[in-house]
């Protein structure tokens, strides 16, 4: 079992960054590859951004790309993601999830395929 428990969210104006954390306990987290997931009021979850366990490896959705950054320290059992230029339409709760996996390039875009979830942090973006 891992529990996954997201943090750093807040209000944030347009065009203000914030920095999202994820952090892991229970198993080895590094050979965990992890996503961002976000869901809108009113709307289905959506895919943010993956990350394969070693890190070398990334995956954004279109329409995040070049404004996020996901990263991660696995000695610390933690996936960082830097969200800039943030927009009002970025607004939505944040998921972090982990699903383990033998390969150290693989991520994964779907969210049935993964096994842990955390809690949710609400982002704010205002305009």
């Known amino acids: 079992q891992v529990q996954l428990v997201e943090s750093g969210g807040g209000l944030v104006q347009a065009g203000g960054s914030l920095r999202l954390s994820c952090a892991a306990s229970?198993?080895?987290?590094?050979?965990?590859?992890t996503g961002w997931f976000r869901q809108a009021p009113g709307k289905e979850r959506e895919f943010v951004v993956a990350?394969?366990?070693?890190?070398?490896?990334?995956y954004y959705a279109d329409s995040v790309k070049g404004r996020f950054t996901i990263s991660r320290d696995n000695a610390r059992g933690t996936v960082y993601l830097q969200m800039n230029s943030l927009k009002p339409e970025d607004t939505a709760v944040y998921y972090c999830?982990?699903?383990?996996?033998?390969?150290?390039?693989?991520?994964?875009?779907?969210?049935?395929?993964?096994?842990?979830w955390g809690q949710g942090t609400q982002v704010t973006g205002s305009s």
């Open positions: 229970g198993r080895t987290f590094s050979t965990y590859a």
């Open positions: 990350i394969s366990w070693s890190g070398g490896n990334t």
């Open positions: 999830a982990a699903r383990s996996t033998a390969s150290r390039y693989r991520y994964y875009s779907g969210q049935a395929e993964y096994d842990y």
